[in-house]
């Protein structure tokens, strides 16, 4: 993944990664709330990370809107730009496949995994930013360890 890091130049960028990592999350999380039957604690948690992911994604559209003017980029990504998002967003989510004969702590634990490879990710990214670029990176790496901790805890208690 780090190698893609120096392709990164604009928080543009930077934030389209993060609505397309908040899209495939809540993706995994719709998947596997599905496949919960018998645990009302973790199927509660699972809704609220895929609402928390919805809302993610609302708020670094605005987020885009509010640093450049613009709103984030269309949701289908063409050409050259589009697949160098999708293949920075793969080399993340690869991981992130659901499978309907999970355990719930293997549910956990790649949920887990996942929103640490995004945290480390946007922590790396944070490097080439400065002011306001940086403040935003930021609020995207507090929402994403706000993400571990509950799955953390939902993982002790199953």
């Not at 928080?11 to 709330?33: H, M, P, Q, T």
């Not at 730009?81 to 967003?89: A, E, H, K, Q, T």
């Not at 496949?97 to 999970?102: C, T």
């Not at 930013?129 to 935003?136: G, S």
Request: aromatic share 8%.
């Amino acid at each position: 993944m780090f190698d893609l890091i120096d392709s990164i130049k604009t928080i543009e960028s930077v934030i389209d990664v993060a609505i397309w990592l908040e899209k495939r999350g809540k993706e995994f999380y719709e998947n596997a709330v599905s496949s919960v039957r018998d645990n009302d604690e973790i199927k509660s948690m699972l809704l609220f990370l895929i609402e928390q992911e919805q809302k993610h994604e609302a708020m670094y559209k605005s987020l885009s809107k509010k640093i450049t003017g613009n709103p984030a980029s269309q949701d289908q990504l063409f050409g050259e730009y589009g697949m160098f998002i999708r293949l920075l967003v793969s080399e993340i989510t690869d991981a992130l496949k659901f499978e309907p004969s999970m355990t719930l702590e293997q549910l956990i634990r790649t949920a887990i995994q996942f929103e640490k490879d995004t945290l480390l990710y946007f922590h790396e990214i944070k490097k080439l930013f400065k002011e306001n670029d940086l403040i935003a990176i930021q609020e995207i790496c507090d929402e994403e360890r706000n993400h571990i901790r509950l799955l953390m805890d939902a993982c002790k208690s199953i």
